[in-house]
Nanobody, 124 residues
Framework: QVQLVEFGGGLVQAGGSLRLSCAAS????????MSWFRQAPGKEREFVAR????????NYADSVNGRFTISRDNTQSTVYLQMNSLKPEDTAVYYC?????????????????WGQGTQVTVSS
């Protein structure tokens, strides 16, 4: 059973940066396709970014493209989300998610494993 634990959330001013980490255990990390999702208060959870198993392919939501960067270190079984130029509308609980199934997916229901989430709050 894969377990995911997120780190790095917090309070930051608009325009600032944060780096989220997600550590995986209980499986072979390099076989997992990884993504970040987020859920703002009163809204549904939404896709943020995904990365392929080797890290060679990424996708981003339009709202974060050019500001956020997803990366992974398979030797450390960790995926990262570097968030720059943060905006108040980025305030949300950020979740790390993993899946084994073949292919690209930006859909929440396709992900088998989830972390507990980490709160990111951006003040104006």
């Amino acid at each position: 059973q894969v377990q995911l634990v997120e780190f790095g959330g917090g309070l930051v001013q608009a325009g600032g940066s944060l780096r989220l980490s997600c550590a995986a255990s209980g499986g072979t990390f390099s076989t997992l396709r990884m993504s970040w999702f987020r859920q703002a208060p009163g809204k549904e959870r939404e896709f943020v970014a995904r990365i392929s198993r080797a890290g060679s392919s990424t996708n981003y939501a339009d709202s974060v493209n050019g500001r956020f960067t997803i990366s992974r270190d398979n030797t450390q079984s960790t995926v990262y989300l570097q968030m720059n130029s943060l905006k108040p509308e980025d305030t949300a609980v950020y979740y790390c998610a993993a899946r084994r199934s073949v292919g690209v997916s930006l859909t929440e229901s396709d992900y088998e494993y989830w972390g507990q989430g980490t709160q990111v709050t951006v003040s104006s």
